[in-house]
């Protein structure tokens, strides 16, 4: 399940290798004022039903997303996880039901920055000789418009690649990087990008055990301080100790709740036939 062009597009954190596309359309967009941020759940769905043909992928999906939250979205392979995601993203729109992102339509919604989407695979071109630093710096232009930064604006910059613990790597080509690594940049770019969410889809495929922990580690010190964390995962060991809320999907909802209600509860034999088929399957 790898997230299309158009996430990365429509979104404010993007992949490396698409970046001066990415710098002009991360530009156009409009800064968002504290005084537009409201207590609004972060994404809302409502009776939502889609289907790539006739036949619905999802359907019956009620659920809101409050500011701080921290959820993850489980289930089998092709169970609906990233369409359900895109249907939160505004990306997919619902055959039935409403989608809200920050209040509004989320497919009219264009504000972007507000969410930081790191992809799985985050992967960078071979060609592209660009450095951390550059890719973060990346983050700030929906807040500079087509001017240049200023110190202030470099000083965000470099503040989130000490958030993430990259500060020592500002500048080394993207490429050179692990996988964790790399999505940490993408995660400090996200930061500079001051998102207020940030969407993740099986964010440490291929990425090193210990690599994983600390990734897991970071996104709960952000979360702690406020950002919301909506993580699409296969890996339910990650789940479990890390997500304070999770949905598990087939199709439908067969659990929405806290964390240890999920783990005591029949979920995952309800939406995945059995348990085992949890620890067994790595796509
Ligand atoms: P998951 O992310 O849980 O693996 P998906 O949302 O990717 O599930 O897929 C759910 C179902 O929708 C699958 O049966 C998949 O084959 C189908 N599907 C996904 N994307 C498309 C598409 N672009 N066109 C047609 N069918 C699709």
């Known amino acids: 399940m790898s997230a299309d062009t ?5 979104v404010g954190a993007r992949d490396g290798a698409d970046t001066a596309d990415a710098a002009d359309e991360t530009a156009a967009t409009t800064e968002t004022t504290d005084s537009s941020r409201s207590a609004d759940p972060v994404i809302e769905l409502s009776d939502v ?3 790539y ?7 019956d999906i ?11 979205v489980v289930g089998p392979n092709g169970s609906g996880k990233s369409t359900l995601m895109k249907l939160m993203l505004g990306l997919l729109e619902p055959d039935q039901g409403t989608a809200t992102l920050f209040g509004e339509s989320a497919h009219r919604f264009d504000d972007g920055q507000r969410v930081g989407y790191v992809a799985q695979h985050a992967s960078a071109s071979k060609e592209m ?12 232009f929906p807040h500079v418009g087509f001017g240049t930064l200023s110190s ?3 000083q965000v910059v470099d503040e989130a690649l000490v958030t993430v613990g990259m500060g020592e790597f500002a500048n080394r080509r993207i490429t050179q990087l692990s996988g964790g690594q790399r999505q940490r940049a993408f995660i400090a770019r996200a930061l500079a990008s001051e998102a207020e969410m940030l969407v993740l889809d099986e964010p440490t495929v291929g990425v090193d055990a210990e690599s994983v922990d600390a990734f897991y580690d970071l996104l709960e010190s952000l979360n702690d301080q406020g950002i919301t964390v909506l993580l699409i995962e296969h890996d339910l060991g990650a789940v479990t100790d890390h997500a ?7 199709g439908r909802v067969h659990f929405d ?8 509860s029949d979920a995952l034999a309800r939406a995945f036939g059995t348990a085992a088929n949890l620890a067994g399957d790595g796509g």
């Open 6 to 10: 158009s996430t990365e597009q429509r």
């Open 49 to 51: 039903e889609f289907g």
């Open 53 to 59: 043909t006739a036949t619905p992928v999802v359907r």
């Open 62 to 72: 009620s659920l809101a997303i409050e500011p701080g939250e921290y959820l993850a």
């Open 129 to 140: 000789p660009i450095t951390v630093r550059e890719v973060v710096k990346m983050g700030r």
């Open 152 to 154: 202030e604006d470099w």
């Open 244 to 250: 304070d809320r999770v949905v598990c999907l087939n």
């Open 257 to 264: 709740g806290p964390t240890e209600e999920f783990v005591d």
